[in-house]
């Protein structure tokens, strides 16, 4: 079993930076895959991105550039740093993990594991 739990959410304004952290108790963090997707208001969850234990990573289109995930498996943590906000990123964000590397499937069905959420809010 693999409990998340998100962290760093908030409020701020349209061009500014937010990072998301997600830790992973109960099982050995190195070789999970680890995601975050978001649903805004009003919309279907949504793929963001992804980090293999390998550290290969994969990204939606509409963050490239903008988003950066990574993932420190000394402490357990996984992280998404949000820069050059917009207001359509305000979303509830969840991590998500997985045993299985990163399939394209996955943006779809998600992971086997998954966080509660955390709320980003980008003002305009």
């Known amino acids: 079993q693999v409990q998340l739990e998100e962290s760093g959410g908030g409020l701020v304004q349209a061009g500014g930076s937010l990072r998301l952290s997600c830790t992973a108790s109960?099982?050995?963090?190195?070789?999970?895959?680890m995601g975050w997707f978001r649903q805004g208001p009003g919309k279907e969850r949504e793929f963001v991105a992804t980090i293999n234990r390998d550290g290969t990573v994969y990204y939606v289109d509409s963050v490239k550039g903008r988003f950066t995930i990574s993932r420190d498996n000394d402490k357990n943590t996984a992280y998404l740093q949000m820069n050059s906000l917009k207001p359509e990123d305000t979303a509830v964000y969840y991590c998500?993990?997985?045993?299985?590397?990163?399939?394209?499937?996955?943006?779809?069905?998600?992971?086997?594991?998954w966080g509660k959420g955390s709320l980003v809010t980008v003002s305009s």
């Open positions: 109960g099982r050995v963090f190195s070789g999970l895959t």
């Open positions: 998500a993990a997985d045993w299985a590397p990163f399939r394209v499937t996955m943006r779809v069905n998600g992971m086997g594991y």
